[in-house]
């Protein structure tokens, strides 16, 4: 699918900022089975300084600094992104994920998209046995690993409510599986935390999902905001498959890869330091529309 893609991002401040400097993760960069045509980021007002860079997970990001009172900031990413995934792997064919353990822990390699990068605890994700235990039934003896991380997938899907109220973005994966409640974030970090309490590499990855579903098909939760969903190391031939547990669903066409990283804190699309003493007020509007298949 080719995708049209705008999100408009506006902090309004109920004093003015004299100094800001932010890191932002707002466009897309090209990825496997994702080739980004053109993407442009607008920043009003405009920054004192800003410098594009991609950071140690690949992700593209734009650091800006202002040294100037504004009582407002809006960002706003424009891009066409052509997403074209290979066919899933047969679930029951993929190794047991007792394999994928060793495997993992066996890796030498450092790079980036090294399983091991996503086997230990992160900044927002810590080891959790009571999620593990949740985690674990999903995977009897022998299971092969997709097929149990797909069954997992489902059961977030079904046991936990999306309700946008009851957590926010400083909300710890511990507390929303014991409210069994939250969002999209709340939810693939569960999903990480349980996967690497039983030795099993999962990784945040941010992004959109498509506004316009194909017709006779619902629209899927978090198509109004930044989605997030997992990924999960499946092998050395299957690699990296990613799932969404908001929406109960594999991670194919109408997911948009934004960011990637062990957790949110690696993926946020803005982060940073701002210099006020007032409060402020964040908007998020977002559309992914098809332009043809």
């Not at 690497?196 to 999962?202: N, S």
Request: aromatic share 8%; glycine share 6%.
């Amino acid at each position: 699918m080719l995708y049209d893609i705008r999100q408009v991002t506006t902090y309004s401040y109920a004093i003015p900022v004299p100094f800001a400097r932010q890191a932002l993760r707002l466009l897309p960069v090209d990825r496997p089975g994702q080739r980004v045509v053109a993407a442009d980021l607008s920043i009003r007002p405009g920054p004192t300084e800003r410098t594009d860079s991609l950071d140690f997970f690949g992700n593209r990001i734009t650091t800006v600094a202002f040294s100037f009172p504004h009582d407002e900031l809006t960002l706003e990413t424009r891009a066409r992104v052509l997403v074209e995934t290979d066919p899933l792997p047969d679930p029951d064919r993929t190794p047991p994920f007792e394999q994928i353990r060793r495997l993992a822990l066996a890796v030498a390699d450092l790079s980036a998209r090294s399983p091991v990068q996503f086997l230990f605890p992160s900044r927002l994700v810590a080891i959790d046995d009571a999620i593990g235990d949740y985690v674990a039934e999903s995977f009897p003896e022998g299971t092969p690993i997709l097929e149990g991380a797909f069954e997992l997938t489902k059961r977030i899907k079904a046991d936990f409510r999306y309700d946008s109220a009851a957590t926010d973005v400083t909300t710890l994966p511990a507390t929303a599986f014991a409210q069994k409640a939250g969002v999209c974030q709340d939810f693939a970090h569960v999903m990480i935390a349980g996967l690497r309490t039983i030795g099993l590499p999962a990784a945040y990855v941010s992004g959109f999902l498509r506004t316009e579903p194909p017709p006779g098909q619902p629209r899927l939760e978090g198509a109004d905001a930044t989605h997030a969903w997992v990924a999960v190391w499946c092998g050395r031939e299957a690699g990296w498959i990613g799932l969404d547990p908001t929406n109960g669903v594999a991670a194919r066409d109408d997911h948009v890869v934004l960011a990637i990283g062990r957790d949110y804190a690696d993926a946020a699309p803005v982060d940073g330091v701002i210099v006020t003493s007032g409060d402020h007020s964040l908007d998020v509007a977002v559309d992914v529309v098809p332009v043809e298949s």
